[in-house]
């Protein structure tokens, strides 16, 4: 059977059934910024940074099915300068201090800011209201930083069974919630090891205590890009005793 | 001179029919604050304040988040001397999570916090003040600024840059970067120095210590040099408040705390600062935003006292490294031991102190425990903690009390400019009688408050607890709160001031 293939910028990227343009083209070793997408989840399709252009049309490369001879154009400034704003009302809208956040280096929002040249913050701060649930003994809640992916909705309820997050509301006011009588973390039954505290790709699920107890220079995104990361695996927290399987041989 | 209108200067006692100046931004200071002066006709001095606005609003910003982060978020209460604050909180949080640092850790510690001494005395010295000490308080307006330094001394300002940078980068190497750095964690620190940066390091610290020497030699002879001008400039005896070692020793990062009088006399010592409300109390005055910390002992009216490097030098019973201890004889010796209480002894002790910690970072680099790998020790948890430390600027007390779910419920910050709040009021009242009292306002004139501002190195970008910096405004005003006149005063350089 030939190779099917569609072409990214240009190059040609072979794909099997089933995948999207997102899988096929990280798995030839193309780069396309995301933040929503997670390889072992359901695409979602709700951050929009994959956004591409199919034969002249946008669509999210994480939720489009991969089709042979599809022209797909992702690294052009029209589509980096749009990335650039999503970025910056992802910012604006909660309340992101990267020099006090401990996330910081190991975060993917700010090295997706990075690495598309982020400058400025391009809209005006909403300094939303939104207070940390400190209730559970081990675990911190911070929903300042919630960029609503969802993806600890989908781990929770995909790969742990407990289905101890969810989204709620709609527009501006959509926000995180917690599946519990008291609506705090204390009341569920959340534990370390869940895959759910490994997949926040902002710092809004932390370990306790944990804090800066990483030096500069040796956190995830310190020595290498967003860009240059994804490739070897997709973007996703360590769990809990520093391990992670798509991580083996990364910084 | 000394009518009963002019005598304490800090109220006027007929403030109507006074023509009000205000000078403002006070410039040249890191952050922004006002000075106004009520004259009568006859330009007679009625009454002088200082006026910083402190906000506070950091202690209600860090309400709620975790104890771990507070050492990190607290410098964004400054960009000059965010070390300290990191380095307060730290202590503050070492006390929550109830360690006892290992020798790696208070190590490494030491060596940021001279690394910061060393930048921001440098800083202050060379940028902020030795325009008006070496040109002259009242010289040309357009030179007395860092760039008519660079002209006339080039080599001078060089070191002063250079002296700067090595500091930042002692603390780039020990909190991993030059601002915002992550080093200090509660319990101990995150890294370690390793033996290649201690070389790094090592490399220049003969040079740093040779400048650091001329430098102090300078300060020396600027005082030498104008001995009448420098002896009597807005000079006045206060009492003290400092951190000593249990020795007695000058120590800038840890210690109890020493108040003595005006007259010298020790009224506590070693005191365990953990308790520091029950000894200093902050007073509020209805004109003032920024409160007056006062020792309980004396009271609210006398209690007031002087911090920063003219205290902590005069105050310790000896400097624990040679060359600034040789210094710090040599200051007390001179005239008598007069400059002890002058305003502008306060750049000559800045500059023994830099020595110091120029000599304190050399023995620290020689010294293997930098290279250890215990670097965080834990023990009971405690619910409130109380971390200070010698700022360069003076002592900066770090307040926080924690909940059982690790969230900071209260923190009270008093900072270097806090403690010194009276003090730099008495320093320009003093200026004010001896040069200003009964003659025609000129920029040169107003700079002299100026300048005895400036010698406190005040910092009122932490005094204010702002994040971010205030609005700046230039007014010139009658008592009713008539605008006469604009005194503005652009990057330093224009004064317009006809009053
Ligand atoms: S908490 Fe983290 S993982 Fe969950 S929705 Fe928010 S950003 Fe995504
Ligand atoms: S990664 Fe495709 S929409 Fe978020």
């Not at chain 1, 070897?232 to 927290?237: E, I, K, L």
């Not at chain 2, 209600?60 to 070390?83: N, T």
């Not at chain 2, 800038?252 to 108040?259: F, I, T």
Request: net charge negative; charged share 20%; glycine share 8%.
């Amino acid at each position: 059977m030939s190779e099917m293939t569609f072409t990214l910028d240009g190059e040609n990227v072979p794909f099997e059934p089933g995948q999207t343009v997102m899988q096929a083209a990280l798995a030839a070793g193309h780069y396309v910024p995301h933040l929503c997408y997670h390889p072992e989840f359901k695409p979602h399709g709700s951050c929009k940074l994959c956004t591409v252009k199919i034969n002249g049309r946008t669509a999210a490369s994480c939720t489009m099915p991969a089709e042979a001879g599809l022209q797909v154009e992702s690294n052009i400034e029209e589509l980096n300068a749009l990335r650039r704003t999503l970025v910056q009302m992802l910012f604006a809208e909660g309340n992101h201090f990267c020099p006090s956040c401990e996330k910081s280096g190991n975060c993917n929002l700010q090295a997706l800011g990075y690495d598309l040249e982020v400058h400025t913050a391009g809209f005006r701060h909403l300094y939303p209201d939104r207070p940390v649930d400190a209730s559970h003994p081990d675990i911190l809640l911070d929903f300042n930083r919630c960029v609503l992916c969802e993806l600890c909705v989908r781990a929770s309820s995909e790969v742990d069974g407990k289905n101890i997050f969810a989204l709620s509301g709609r527009g501006i006011n959509k926000h995180l919630i917690v599946n519990s009588k008291s609506g705090l973390l204390v009341d569920t039954d959340i534990a370390l090891t869940d895959k759910a505290m490994q997949v926040c790709p902002v710092g809004a699920i932390l370990r306790k205590r944990v804090g800066f107890s990483q030096p500069i220079g040796e956190r995830r995104y310190d020595q290498r890009p967003i860009s240059a990361q994804a490739l070897d695996d997709a973007p996703r927290q360590a769990d809990a005793s520093g391990n992670c399987a798509a991580c083996e041989g990364t910084p | 001179m000394t009518d009963a209108n002019t005598k304490n200067l800090e109220t006027a006692a007929y403030p109507e029919g006074l023509r009000r100046v205000a000078i403002d931004p006070v410039s040249r200071v890191e952050g922004h604050g006002k000075v106004t002066l009520l004259l009568d006709e006859n330009d007679r001095v009625h009454q002088v304040r200082l006026h910083i606005v402190e906000f506070r609003g950091f202690e209600k910003f860090i309400q709620g988040r975790p104890y771990w982060e507070a050492p990190v978020m607290v410098q964004r209460l400054c960009g000059i001397c965010p070390v300290s604050h990191h380095l307060a909180a730290s202590k503050a949080m070492d006390m929550i999570v109830g360690a006892t640092l290992t020798p790696t850790a208070e190590k490494v510690r030491r060596l940021m916090h001279y690394g910061q001494i060393l930048q921001s005395h440098a800083l202050h010295f060379f940028h902020l003040s030795s325009p008006d000490l070496l040109f002259g308080f009242d010289s040309d307006v357009a030179k007395r600024n860092i760039v008519g330094i660079a002209a006339a001394y080039p080599e001078l300002a060089k070191q002063g840059v250079l002296l700067r940078k090595y500091g930042q980068e002692v603390i780039r190497i020990t909190a991993g970067k030059r601002v915002h750095g992550t080093g200090s964690i509660p319990g101990g620190v995150n890294k370690n120095v390793s033996s290649e940066e201690r070389d790094y390091l090592l490399k220049d610290i003969g040079q740093i210590l040779t400048w650091s020497h001329e430098s102090l030699t300078i300060a020396k002879q600027l005082f030498e040099q104008n001995l009448d001008v420098y002896n009597t400039f807005g000079t006045f005896k206060a009492h003290t408040l400092n951190l000593v070692r249990a020795d007695g020793a000058l120590d800038l990062y840890h210690g109890g705390l020493r108040a003595r009088d005006l007259h010298g006399k020790t009224l506590f010592d070693h005191y365990d600062y953990s308790r520091y409300w029950d000894v200093i109390f902050e007073d509020v005055k209805p004109w003032s935003y920024m409160k007056f910390p006062f020792l309980r002992s004396l009271g609210p009216e006398q209690g007031w006292y002087r911090v920063g490097p003219l205290s902590r030098v005069t105050q310790c019973d000896f400097i624990p490294t040679p060359l600034a201890n040789q210094a710090r004889m040599a200051f007390l010796a001179f005239a008598g031991g007069a400059s002890a209480g002058a305003t502008l002894g306060f750049h000559w002790a800045r500059m023994i102190e830099m020595l110091h910690a120029a000599e304190m970072i050399n023995d620290l680099l020689h010294d293997p425990d930098l290279q250890g790998n215990d670097l965080v020790s834990k023990g009971e948890r405690q619910a409130r903690g109380v971390g200070v430390i010698e700022a360069p600027r003076g002592t900066l007390i770090h307040h926080y009390k924690v909940d059982e779910h690790d969230q900071i419920i209260r923190c009270n910050l008093i900072v270097s400019t806090t403690h010194n709040n009276q003090a730099m009021n008495e320093a320009i009242r003093q200026v004010a009688r001896q040069y200003l009292d009964g003659r025609k306002l000129t920029e040169g004139l107003l700079n002299h408050i100026e300048v005895a501002i400036r010698a406190f190195d005040p910092c009122l970008s932490c005094a204010t607890h702002a994040l971010g910096k205030m609005p700046l405004q230039v007014e010139l005003l009658d008592a009713d709160g008539e605008r006469v006149d604009v005194l503005t005063r652009g990057a330093d350089i224009n004064c317009n001031s006809t009053g």
